[in-house]
């Protein structure tokens, strides 16, 4: 019997293929790095054919390594949610770059339907705030600036990192590939209706993308299609965003239930049930799983600049060699010395949402030296974090304890200082990839492994529990400083 998971993990800095047993043992992995084109301030773009080019290549590793493809029992998808591919539905090419999530060339379009009073309509159906962050703006910016795409009429297509990946696995299959995305993608486009879970047509039409190009909305566990790409028929049967998949992996299953993933953004989600959420406090509301044509949702908080903020000091400023050493760096002075960093390289994200911000570094003076830096910049992944904890509170559902993951939380300095500032539970599973472990539960679920997401939670594993030890006049001060430098990039 085929019990062996394939699981596709899409990132914005690598590509990943992963093998998982029933147990959620990992049983292999293949990565390769993706390159970051940046053409411009605030624009970031991926070429589509290096993505897939390089997914192909991990999944061919793992497939030989597991035996061959008689011994997997299905492939699961997970993805960057946001960034957006154009594609040809004749060639299978690319048209046009891949837009990532990051990139905030779309901004001027999201002011000008604020401007229209667009936000709050544009809330009510998608859970969503008017932010070049999702990919419906992307979309409207790309078919406006890049006429091949006008061009290409009816054999454009429009798809999230998943939706191509399926494309690209099924290509050949009834004469061409299958476009289809779930729901956990589709709820980030700010083209889904969060209640309905379909396409909106005004959605549509206000963000000018052409409805004929954009994919099917599918579950996130079932049969998509099978791959004939690796020596042998294989079925892809989950799917679903990198965050929505690691608030799976981290078996938040009940309202309530929180985990936030630190890796090249910071984002948390809790678990809100089968009724959309709606905040007041500039959170978002997203779908967390589609299984059987019925979907729970999330409230979630988003951070763009989180390990990318490490990648920056290290290849950027050059303080450091790589990001394993900043643990010690921190531990090397007692205090931060008056350093705050606010990490806005890409904008500012939930509660904020404002695209225009800029970066800072605070309080230095002649006694401040690279450590405090490099300290300030892991202090700002529990200083933002607050912010988030505050909103969510706002919104009633403040956290008990949070379940962290991703690649930040390998650092035993950063869980601890969750734990100390946030003044709760931080809970760290030993397999910390739980991202691909969601994608692997959704296959097993998808292809028959598991009932239902409840046996499949089997595959998590141990925890670590780290304890808040911080005193509440430490903890205090530290809130004030933060609070201080992230008003003087709000205001600027």
Same mark, same amino acid.
């Given at each position: 019997?085929?019990?062996? %998971?394939?699981?596709?993990?899409? +990132? $914005?800095?690598?590509?990943? *293929? @992963?093998?998982?047993? /029933?147990?959620?043992?990992?049983? &292999?992995?293949?990565?390769?790095?993706?390159?970051?084109?940046?053409?411009?301030?605030?624009?970031?773009?991926?070429?589509?054919?290096?993505?897939?080019?390089?997914?192909?290549?991990?999944?061919?590793?793992?497939?030989?390594?597991?035996?061959?493809?008689?011994?997997?029992?299905?492939?699961?998808?997970?993805?960057?949610?946001?960034?957006?591919?154009?594609?040809?539905?004749?060639?299978?090419?690319?048209?046009?770059?891949?837009?990532?999530?990051?990139?905030?060339?779309?901004?001027?379009?999201?002011?000008?339907?604020?401007?229209?009073?667009?936000?709050?309509?544009?809330?009510?159906?998608?859970?969503?705030? %008017?932010?070049?962050?999702?990919? +419906? $703006?992307?979309?409207?910016? *790309? @078919?406006?600036?890049? /006429?091949?795409?006008?061009?290409? &009429?009816?054999?454009?297509?429009?798809?999230?990192?998943?939706?191509?990946?399926?494309?690209?696995?099924?290509?050949?299959?009834?004469?061409?590939?299958?476009?289809?995305?779930?729901?956990?993608?589709?709820?980030?486009?700010?083209?889904?209706?969060?209640?309905?879970?379909?396409?909106?047509?005004?959605?549509?039409?206000?963000?000018?993308?052409?409805?004929?190009?954009?994919?099917?909305?599918?579950?996130?566990?079932?049969?998509?299609?099978?791959?004939?790409?690796?020596?042998?028929?294989?079925?892809?049967?989950?799917?679903?965003?990198?965050?929505?998949?690691?608030?799976?992996?981290?078996?938040?299953?009940?309202?309530?239930?929180?985990?936030?993933?630190?890796?090249?953004?910071?984002?948390?989600?809790?678990?809100?049930?089968?009724?959309?959420?709606?905040?007041?406090?500039?959170?978002?509301?997203?779908?967390?799983?589609?299984?059987?044509?019925?979907?729970?949702?999330?409230?979630?908080?988003?951070?763009?600049?989180?390990?990318?903020?490490?990648?920056?000091?290290?290849?950027?400023?050059?303080?450091?060699?790589?990001?394993?050493?900043?643990?010690?760096?921190?531990?090397?002075?007692?205090?931060?010395?008056?350093?705050?960093?606010?990490?806005?390289?890409?904008?500012?994200?939930?509660?904020?949402?404002?695209?225009?911000?800029?970066?800072?570094?605070?309080?230095?003076?002649?006694?401040?030296?690279?450590?405090?830096?490099?300290?300030?910049?892991?202090?700002?992944?529990?200083?933002?974090?607050?912010?988030?904890?505050?909103?969510?509170?706002?919104?009633?559902?403040?956290?008990?304890?949070?379940?962290?993951?991703?690649?930040?939380?390998?650092?035993?300095?950063?869980?601890?200082?969750?734990?100390?500032?946030?003044?709760?539970?931080?809970?760290?599973?030993?397999?910390?990839?739980?991202?691909?472990?969601?994608?692997?539960?959704?296959?097993?679920?998808?292809?028959?492994?598991?009932?239902?997401?409840?046996?499949?939670?089997?595959?998590?594993?141990?925890?670590?529990?780290?304890?808040?030890?911080?005193?509440?006049?430490?903890?205090?001060?530290?809130?004030?400083?933060?609070?201080?430098?992230?008003?003087?990039?709000?205001?600027?």
């Amino acid at each position: 019997m085929r019990e062996t %998971l394939l699981v596709l993990d899409e +990132g $914005t800095t690598s590509t990943r *293929a @992963m093998l998982f047993a /029933p147990d959620g043992t990992c049983l &292999g992995s293949e990565q390769k790095p993706l390159t970051q084109h940046y053409p411009g301030p605030g624009l970031v773009e991926h070429d589509a054919a290096e993505i897939w080019t390089k997914t192909a290549q991990c999944a061919t590793a793992m497939v030989k390594a597991a035996g061959g493809p008689d011994a997997i029992a299905a492939i699961g998808i997970t993805n960057q949610r946001e960034t957006v591919v154009f594609w040809d539905r004749d060639t299978g090419e690319p048209l046009a770059p891949a837009i990532v999530w990051q990139d905030r060339r779309s901004a001027v379009i999201c002011r000008e339907l604020k401007e229209r009073g667009e936000e709050p309509g544009v809330q009510a159906r998608t859970g969503l705030l %008017l932010d070049p962050y999702f990919s +419906g $703006t992307k979309i409207g910016w *790309a @078919m406006e600036h890049w /006429p091949q795409l006008r061009e290409a &009429g009816s054999r454009l297509a429009i798809g999230t990192v998943e939706s191509w990946l399926v494309w690209k696995l099924t290509a050949g299959e009834r004469g061409g590939g299958l476009h289809v995305t779930d729901a956990t993608n589709a709820s980030r486009t700010m083209l889904m209706e969060l209640g309905s879970g379909g396409w909106s047509d005004g959605l549509v039409a206000l963000l000018a993308a052409p409805r004929h190009a954009l994919p099917e909305i599918v579950d996130c566990a079932g049969r998509f299609g099978t791959t004939g790409l690796f020596g042998g028929s294989i079925p892809i049967c989950g799917m679903a965003g990198d965050q929505q998949a690691a608030t799976i992996g981290q078996a938040c299953l009940s309202p309530g239930e929180t985990k936030a993933t630190y890796g090249t953004g910071a984002f948390v989600l809790t678990n809100a049930g089968a009724v959309p959420p709606a905040s007041k406090n500039r959170l978002l509301a997203t779908a967390l799983w589609q299984i059987g044509g019925r979907r729970t949702y999330a409230l979630e908080g988003s951070v763009f600049v989180a390990g990318s903020l490490i990648q920056w000091l290290r290849d950027s400023l050059k303080l450091i060699g790589t990001a394993a050493e900043t643990e010690a760096i921190a531990r090397s002075v007692a205090d931060n010395g008056g350093v705050y960093l606010v990490p806005a390289l890409s904008g500012l994200g939930a509660p904020w949402w404002q695209p225009e911000a800029r970066a800072a570094i605070s309080g230095l003076s002649f006694s401040a030296g690279r450590a405090h830096v490099v300290r300030a910049a892991l202090e700002a992944q529990a200083h933002q974090s607050h912010d988030l904890k505050a909103a969510f509170a706002a919104d009633g559902a403040d956290w008990a304890r949070l379940r962290i993951d991703g690649g930040m939380v390998n650092n035993d300095w950063i869980a601890q200082d969750l734990a100390d500032i946030l003044n709760i539970p931080v809970d760290r599973p030993a397999f910390a990839e739980t991202t691909a472990l969601g994608a692997a539960m959704l296959a097993g679920i998808g292809c028959g492994l598991f009932a239902d997401l409840g046996e499949a939670a089997g595959m998590r594993g141990k925890v670590e529990t780290f304890e808040p030890a911080m005193g509440a006049e430490a903890r205090r001060i530290r809130l004030a400083g933060w609070q201080d430098a992230v008003a003087n990039v709000v205001r600027g």
